[in-house]
């Protein structure tokens, strides 16, 4: 079976940083890569995602997403973070075939200080 | 068009009852999987359903069941209810399933165990 790691649990940058919050999955097929976003007291919402093709992914809210299969790593980035970004963030991993649904990182709590 | 909607919200059950959540899809979305969120375990994977057939399932006891209408709206039901139950139970849906296209999550069901 698949799972995530997300290594930064707790990350707290100042508006304008630039961000990366790192992802590394482990299994040997196909995979399907995702990140969400959980703003407080709001519901999960997909932030980009990767199936095949151009491994620089573009969301929302000017977020990218690099998939190196070397590395078995997605990486989320933003080059200048704003105090909305506040957030949680999930990396998540679905195999090729599609069992097992999603299988989700612990999650990266981040917090912009204004 | 309306998103994913969980009912109820909150609840609260005694140790040992049995419980029904609620989960209907996004219109003409047809695959329904269910998640477990909780502080220390995170986002795990409880199973899905594709036209009223389990087609996953995570590691969880027979106690978690679920089953799908012809709708497509789904229900989760759990028995004989534990402590270690008391947690955010989410519900996904998608177009298709098998590889996982862009799950939109509800705001889930708060599920305190007393």
């Known amino acids: 079976a698949q799972s995530v790691s997300q290594h930064n649990h707790h990350v707290i940058l100042s508006e304008a940083a630039s961000l990366e919050l790192g992802c590394n999955y482990s299994?040997?097929?196909?995979?399907?890569l995702f990140w969400y976003v959980q703003y407080p007291g709001q519901h999960l919402q997909l932030l980009l995602k990767?199936?095949?093709?151009?491994?620089l992914v573009k969301g929302i809210k000017g977020f990218e997403a690099e998939f190196i299969k070397s590395k078995f790593s997605f990486n989320l980035r933003k080059p200048s973070v704003q105090w909305s970004d506040t957030a949680e963030y999930f990396c998540?991993?679905?195999?090729?075939?599609?069992?097992?649904?999603?299988?989700f990182g612990k999650g990266t709590h981040l917090i912009i200080q204004p | 068009k309306a998103g994913v909607t969980q009912t109820p919200r909150y609840l609260i059950k005694t140790r040992g009852q049995q419980v029904t959540l609620s989960c209907s899809p996004i219109?003409?979305?047809?695959?329904v999987s269910w998640y477990q969120q909780t502080p220390g375990q995170g986002l795990q994977f409880l199973f899905e359903?594709?036209?009223?057939?389990?087609?996953n399932k995570g590691n969880f006891p027979g106690r978690f069941s679920g089953r799908q209408f012809s709708n497509s709206r789904s229900e989760m039901n759990v028995s004989t209810l534990e402590l270690g139950d008391s947690a955010l139970y989410l519900c996904?849906?998608?177009?298709?399933?098998?590889?996982?296209?862009?799950?939109?999550f509800g705001s889930g069901t708060r599920l305190t165990v007393v």
């Open positions: 996904a849906s998608s177009h298709t399933t098998g590889r996982g296209y862009g799950y939109t």
């Open positions: 990767y199936f095949s093709g151009d491994p």
């Open positions: 998540a991993v679905n195999a090729g075939g599609g069992a097992d649904g999603l299988t």
């Open positions: 359903y594709f036209s009223e057939t389990q087609r």
């Open positions: 219109s003409g979305h047809r695959s």
């Open positions: 299994y040997g097929g196909t995979v399907n």
